[in-house]
């Protein structure tokens, strides 16, 4: 499991609790839609973030930003900074969100604002309104506001994956500062997977199973011989080395995961194609 977030955030995350709850207090009616509305169908639903509100004060989201439901009342994705996980009950057109989890990489600070306000905005009984694949979820006082639209998964072959953390056990890691800009990987129908390692380029065979969620990578992969940067030639030896080898693969919408037998691995989200 990701470990807690700071006491900040906690502090952020509780008052933006609260202040729902008296709002709530205070309207009757909360959030909530009118008596016998359908629930909204967000179960197995993937959202792109667009923006977030919070007092008046809109922020676009960064690249990567998204929400999933899944169908276990859980609501996983990533700020465009960090990974998040929260608890999730819907009544009708109210959709109660309760967050519970955060990764701890380390961001730029614009990302680490627009986290901020995310976590902010997210939380607590929100109205959702569902119309022409875009969902939004605003708080009953209208002060907080998630602006999100639905987006399909990719494929796991052909989809150009662009690596943007390591996998330790539970632990989530940004790549090492300066290393990562380089770094992509795509399965291609060929039998191949191909890429760039954060400094030189490679290609070796690989096998799927889709079943097992197995890829194994017939390594380890030839690569091209530039010398880089010293993040660069860091990752890059990291990556060589997972990458060769039975790994373990995960989907989740936009995110690809990566791990051996050792829970050693990494994260790549998906980039539009070329």
């Excluded at 009342?73 to 996980?85: K, L, V, Y």
């Excluded at 209208?142 to 998964?153: D, W």
């Excluded at 990556?239 to 690809?256: A, I, N, Q």
Aim: negative net charge; charged residues 20%; hydrophobic residues 35%.
């Amino acid at each position: 499991m990701p470990k807690p977030r700071s006491t900040t955030l906690a502090a952020v995350l509780l008052a933006a609790s609260l202040s729902v709850s008296l709002s709530a207090c205070g309207q009757g009616g909360g959030a909530g839609g009118n008596a016998g509305d359908p629930d909204l169908p967000l179960t197995g639903s993937q959202w792109t973030v667009g923006a977030v509100t919070v007092d008046g004060d809109r922020a676009e989201a960064p690249e990567g930003a998204r929400v999933g439901f899944t169908g276990e009342g859980r609501a996983q994705g990533s700020t465009g900074c960090n990974h998040f996980g929260a608890a999730v009950t819907v009544a009708g057109t109210t959709v109660t969100v309760s967050p519970d989890e955060v990764t701890e990489m380390g961001c730029p600070e614009d990302r680490r604002r627009f986290e901020t306000a995310f976590l902010a905005a997210f939380t607590g009984p929100l109205k959702g309104t569902l119309t022409d694949g875009a969902l939004t979820l605003v708080s009953a006082d209208g002060t907080r506001k998630v602006e999100l639209a639905a987006e399909p998964s990719p494929p796991l072959r052909g989809t150009p994956w662009k690596v943007d953390g390591l996998v330790s056990g539970d632990t989530a890691a940004s790549l090492p500062a300066g290393g990562g800009e380089k770094a992509r990987l795509v399965i291609g129908a060929d039998g191949r997977i191909s890429g760039n390692l954060g400094c030189n380029d490679f290609s070796a065979a690989a096998r799927i199973d889709e079943k097992a969620r197995t890829l194994t990578v017939e390594g380890p992969a030839p690569i091209t011989r530039m010398m880089c940067s010293g993040p660069q030639m860091q990752l890059e030896t990291k990556l060589y080395e997972l990458l060769d080898g039975p790994l373990s693969y995960r989907l989740d919408h936009r995110t690809l995961t990566l791990v051996d037998g050792a829970g050693e691995g990494l994260t790549a989200r998906a980039e539009p194609a070329q």
